[in-house]
């Protein structure tokens, strides 16, 4: 129940030797490389400048960014069986090192190109498709749908179409009447009905003004010079040879997809490498060497010595000044799946108390009151159960399912106490499939349906303890601080006023004085 306690940490190491202690340092993962402080207007800070890796940053995260998508596209065409609770392999630390090579980068460039192709293709197929779609209401017209054969020297072919609420036949009639044409209806679907017409130059504006009252729209082929049936045969044709193009990638895919552990270990090493790279914009350097600032907690800070003293460098761990921002990490033993609640807060400042172990006991006793149910109680316990031993979690999904099994065992725990077995069932069953009208209370002490406000007292109970237990806390941290006259004055005066609403009760004169 307490915040750890840092060591500064600094760091003088010959530049060539940066990264080797970089990677020494995240290797330990215990140690927060903070950012090195510059003071410009100091003279001799004047020639210390911060390493400048954003270029070199950028350049791995396009790669990752890579390797990503083509991680993805690999994992359609895996066989590899994957289970629902499947877990990621374990490595070594140093063999990211060599995840990086060539044969995984040709890789993912040669997923990258197939991925580009295969897209090309699916646009084209959709295309053709579209160009089908589009010529098949034309399908039993042999003429040309475009070009010069659609002309002579006095006359053009038009092609168009009605909208199926358009008085088709009515206009064909008006426009032959009045104008030399040939019109034939091509084909009548639900779209509307399809045309084709002969018209002579000098009349054709005329007639496609009144076709066009009637919502006549015209359709132009501008790339077509055969037929439509021709034009679909061929466009069918061609998504022939496109399936047959991308089951060969598909393959290809297939084989490439053996290699899907490899791609998946070089995105981690990437990930990796920009972390190092981005641990490293936050050292200075001068001509000759490379300045590191950072935090270790004292329990480890013997260990980061011995990794320290194998490089040719100079250390420093000194107590943490007034005015530095000391990072938080907290020590919880038992309780500490508790700390991610008061993460999702605010962590405490360092030096000052941890409410962790306090805050965990509350809060199993206040979540399993709200709860209040064996059946729900079970079904948290065991799923959480079986989460941590078949997803094998680690870090804050370690701790909120551990933190939530204990929670469960509470739920059950009030269940029994106040009754709740998903809600009233044992009384329903014993009520509709048993025919006992008035079924024992399963409660052990009692049910808060029938008796809500003894329920409501219990709830205000346990909120006044947990504020007196807040204001204990309080009393502590100002007694630690050398404030024990504000402890007395402050938290002491609010105990003797709650004191007093209690004895209310009792005695009325002696509560009101208090």
């Not at 530049?15 to 001799?44: G, H, Q, W, Y």
């Not at 690999?74 to 090192?97: M, N, T, V, W």
């Not at 805050?359 to 709200?370: C, D, P, Q, R």
Request: hydrophobic share 40%; charged share 25%.
């Amino acid at each position: 129940m307490a915040v750890s306690v840092m060591k500064k940490l600094s760091v003088i190491v010959p530049k060539k030797d940066t990264d080797r202690l970089i990677k020494r340092l995240m290797r330990l993962s215990c140690v927060e490389i903070a950012e090195f402080p510059l003071n410009e207007n100091d003279e001799s800070d004047r020639e210390i400048t911060k390493f400048d890796t954003d270029y070199d940053t950028s350049a791995i995260q396009r790669q990752l960014n890579g390797t990503k998508e083509a991680s993805v596209l690999l994992a359609r065409y895996s066989k590899k069986k994957k289970g629902l609770f499947s877990q990621k392999p374990e490595i070594d630390y140093d063999s990211l090192d060599n995840a990086i090579n060539p044969s995984s980068v040709e890789t993912v460039s040669r997923a990258k190109e197939i991925e580009a192709s295969l897209a090309a293709l699916r646009s084209e197929e959709n295309g053709l498709k579209d160009k089908i779609e589009s010529l098949s209401p034309w399908i039993e017209y042999e003429c040309p749908l475009g070009g010069d054969l659609m002309k002579t020297k006095t006359s053009s072919t038009i092609l168009g179409m009605f909208p199926p609420s358009a008085e088709s036949d009515k206009a064909i009639s008006e426009v032959s009447e009045k104008y030399a044409v040939e019109i034939e209806v091509v084909s009548a679907q639900t779209s509307g009905k399809f045309i084709s017409a002969v018209i002579f130059d000098s009349d054709i504006d005329d007639v496609l003004r009144t076709l066009a009252s009637y919502g006549f729209i015209r359709i132009n082929f501008d790339d077509g010079t055969s037929s439509a049936k021709y034009e679909t045969e061929k466009a069918l044709e061609r998504i022939k040879e496109i399936g047959v193009q991308r089951a060969f990638y598909d393959t290809e895919l297939t084989a490439l997809a053996e290699s899907e552990d490899e791609i998946n270990l070089m995105s981690d090493a990437q990930k990796v490498s920009i972390s190092r790279l981005e641990a490293k914009g936050r050292l200075a350097q001068t001509k000759s060497v490379a300045l590191l600032s950072g935090w270790v907690p004292e329990k480890v800070s013997g260990k980061v010595a011995e990794e320290l003293e194998k490089l040719d460098c100079a250390y420093e761990m000194s107590e943490p000044e007034p005015d530095d921002d000391v990072p938080v990490l907290l020590q919880n033993g038992a309780s500490s799946c508790f700390e991610p609640v008061i993460e999702l807060y605010s962590l405490p400042a360092y030096g000052t108390f941890d409410p962790t172990s306090i805050m965990s006991i509350f809060y199993t006793i206040i979540f399993g009151l709200m709860f209040a149910d064996v059946g729900y109680g079970v079904m948290l316990t065991i799923g959480c159960i079986l989460g941590l031993g078949l997803l094998k979690p680690r870090g804050s999904m370690k701790k909120f399912l551990t933190m939530f099994t204990i929670c469960g065992f509470s739920c059950i725990i009030m269940g029994i106490i106040f009754g709740g077995y998903f809600g009233d069932l044992p009384q329903a069953i014993m009520q509709n499939f048993f025919g006992i009208e008035n079924p024992p209370d399963t409660s052990l002490w009692f049910n808060p349906v029938n008796d809500p406000m003894t329920f409501l007292i219990v709830s205000i109970a346990v909120g006044a303890v947990h504020l007196l237990a807040a204001m204990g806390v309080k009393f502590y941290i100002l007694c630690r601080a050398g404030h024990v006259l504000d402890a007395i004055f402050d938290v002491g005066s609010w105990y003797i006023l709650f004191a007093g609403i209690g004895v209310v009760f009792i005695s009325q004169n002696i509560g009101l004085v208090l």
